[in-house]
């Protein structure tokens, strides 16, 4: 786990892991972006459009000969690279190895939305490292991969959407690299580090960052803070509409209403909508519809005790 006093706000410009390692971040142009902590969660503040390179920097202490410090990364769940390290040596991981000189660097993004929460991804904002110790096997092939970007469920809660997600920019040249293969050390247990990143705008909304604290003030620029002001209410207000309707249409999708006029006293009820071939039966659901039928207006299907009565003296006056 991270190192940090976890009772204030901090921030970080280096991360101090286990074994001693210590991890940064930094632009393209080696400008380093900075780590904030709060209730023991840590987050890596970027914003849209912004590569960014992760830097490990392995202990000072020997290691015996063919062993390595194995350090893996993955961004979004994703993997990226696993960089084998020498003591005091420090690498810089500015992507996805497409080549064994190519990269794809990394780039802050803002996630697409999908109405398929099963094509989301629940990784999404999330920076993981591993660190293990390892002896050298024998030398070995790249292992090159076609990263992917990452999608938010349009469903949940705004600020669970993230804010960024990480993007594979354009292919570019990089250093050449050797590749080993290695066997795990078990004696030294695999320690992981995870960190959050997003903006400083979705820090804000999760209470990570205020505007009003004189720590935080680098983070939101004086001069644009009355049009980020004005910006902001109508993003929210928005975002929170969007979120009613969606929630509306779900539920309105989930159900058929029907009215039974084969005798005197017309009756309402409703019942689920026939599934989709493939699609899991839902019990609860159907449990839910056998609980409410005779009590549909009152659940909001037939709209309230007005809008029952009307449809009442409307279909009474049509059979007569």
């Not at 902590?37 to 960014?52: C, I, N, P, R, T």
């Not at 247990?189 to 960052?209: D, F, I």
């Not at 720590?215 to 004086?222: G, K, M, R, S, T």
Request: aromatic content about 8%; glycine content about 6%; some cysteine.
């Amino acid at each position: 786990m991270i190192t940090a006093d976890s009772n204030s706000f901090i921030q970080f410009m280096s991360v101090q892991c286990p074994y001693g390692f210590s991890l940064s971040f930094q632009k393209d142009n080696g400008q380093s972006l900075a780590v904030v902590e709060s209730k023991s969660e840590h987050y890596l503040v970027g914003e849209e459009g912004q590569a960014f390179q992760v830097a490990v920097t392995a202990p000072p202490s020997p290691l015996p000969v063919n062993e390595y410090w194995s350090v893996v990364l993955y961004v979004d769940g994703q993997f990226v690279q696993n960089p084998l390290m020498k003591p005091s040596e420090r690498r810089v991981v500015e992507g996805w190895l497409v080549g064994e000189s190519q990269v794809r660097p990394m780039v802050f993004g803002k996630p697409p939305l999908v109405q398929d929460r099963s094509l989301a991804n629940p990784e999404a904002g999330q920076i993981k490292v591993t660190i293990s110790r390892a002896v050298y096997s024998h030398s070995t092939v790249g292992n090159f991969i076609d990263p992917k970007s990452s999608s938010a469920f349009a469903g949940d809660k705004f600020w669970k959407q993230g804010g960024l997600t990480a993007q594979p920019g354009s292919v570019r040249q990089s250093r050449r690299l050797s590749f080993m293969q290695t066997v795990p050390l078990p004696q030294f247990p695999l320690e992981t580090v995870t960190l959050s990143y997003s903006t400083p705008m979705y820090l804000m909304l999760r209470n990570v960052l205020q505007r009003d604290n004189p720590d935080h003030a680098a983070f939101f620029p004086q001069d644009e803070k009355e049009e980020e002001d004005e910006a902001e209410v109508i993003d929210v207000d928005e975002i929170y509409e969007r979120e009613a309707r969606l929630k509306r249409q779900r539920e309105n999708e989930k159900w058929e209403v029907a009215c039974d006029l084969t005798s005197d006293e017309p009756s309402w009820s409703k019942k689920p909508r026939p599934r989709p071939a493939g699609e899991p039966l839902d019990l609860d659901q159907i449990a839910d519809s056998d609980s409410t039928s005779d009590n549909l207006a009152g659940e909001g299907g037939g709209g309230g005790e007005e809008e029952e009565a009307e449809e009442e003296a409307v279909v009474k006056g049509e059979r007569s």
